[in-house]
């Protein structure tokens, strides 16, 4: 055992203890109540404070031995020593939640919170402790759990329960936007309102959407994301395209029919107006394909010598 006792964990608080405020007892803290103390420095350390929320008992045996060790007057008298703490208020943790925001336009509604008394330290709400909602427009109640950290490099967990939104604007289908074919601006939307503003960002303007083609089936009502939705292909199906056939060094060029579409950088098929064989290229631009006649598949190469041959 050592100089100052053993250690009993009690409940939260407790009248008449001797209350100090680190995680160390000073000579300044017995001298409160042991006068003798008073005539040792005050800040000399005298043993570890119990954690927040525990007492720790020291015997008059064991105050009287401590005040012999340190040449003073026998002081002996039994007391319980326990940490200072106080309980968190609404408007501190409102202020770690909008550090960690960084937004002006945020809004935040604290419904909950931990009401359990805390040590003096640095209260901290990450984002990273920030539930999110089942979906981008949802503005529920949301978990947001924190730390309370004190003592260098200890801490407690805290949480809340909070509203979070912003202001804001996001892209809608009004109709139904099938796969593969450019959207018009007629079958979009857009709204204004308040959203959980730390999800996937929505399109904010309908020309971010106009021309471009959904990647799956959206749906009508359906929120719009960049993911969502792809440039158009500069290759449709059954376009007449220009091929340039490169064969060594020579390049020959005519018109061929798409076979299958494409965006710029796929390979697709075009047919070949001599024979009617297929022909795998690659999609240059808006109506160009290339085809490299050295490293055309068999099955595709067919004749890639083009008219004139």
């Known amino acids: 055992m050592t100089a100052l006792g053993a250690l009993i964990l009690l409940a939260w608080g407790g009248a008449g203890c001797l209350v100090v405020e680190g995680q160390h007892i000073l000579a300044r803290d017995l001298a409160r109540v042991l006068p003798a103390f008073a005539q040792l420095p005050a800040e000399l350390r005298l043993g570890y404070a119990p954690a927040p929320g525990a007492r720790r008992i020291i015997t008059a045996a064991e105050a009287a031995r401590l005040s012999a060790q340190h040449g003073l007057p026998v002081e002996a008298r039994e007391l319980c020593v326990e940490r200072a703490t106080e309980k968190l208020t609404a408007e501190r943790i409102l202020a770690a939640m909008r550090q960690a925001v960084g937004r002006e336009d945020v809004r935040l509604e604290l419904v909950d919170y931990s009401r359990y008394p805390v040590p003096a330290g640095e209260l901290e709400f990450p984002r990273t402790g920030l539930g999110a909602p089942p979906a981008a427009a949802a503005t529920g109640v949301l978990l947001w759990r924190g730390r309370l950290r004190f003592d260098g490099s200890r801490s407690l967990p805290v949480w809340a329960r909070v509203r979070i939104s ?20 007629c079958r979009l939307r857009l709204e204004q309102g308040e959203w959980f503003p730390f999800a996937d960002q929505p399109l904010d303007a309908v020309e971010a959407a106009v021309g471009k083609a959904p990647r799956r089936w959206i749906r009508a009502g359906s929120v719009l994301y960049a993911r969502m939705l792809a440039p158009p292909k500069e290759v449709e199906r059954g376009a007449a395209v220009e091929v340039a056939v490169a064969s060594g060094g020579a390049q020959l060029r005519f018109q061929a029919r798409a076979e299958t579409a494409g965006r710029a950088g796929d390979v697709i098929l075009v047919r070949s107006p001599l024979n009617g064989r297929r022909i795998a290229g690659r999609v240059e631009g808006p109506g160009k394909v290339v085809v490299d006649a050295n490293c055309c598949k068999p099955d595709y190469a067919g004749d890639v010598r083009g008219p004139g041959r």
């Open 166 to 185: 912003a202001p804001g604007r996001r892209v809608v289908a009004a109709a139904n936007l099938p796969p593969d074919k450019p959207i018009e601006a």
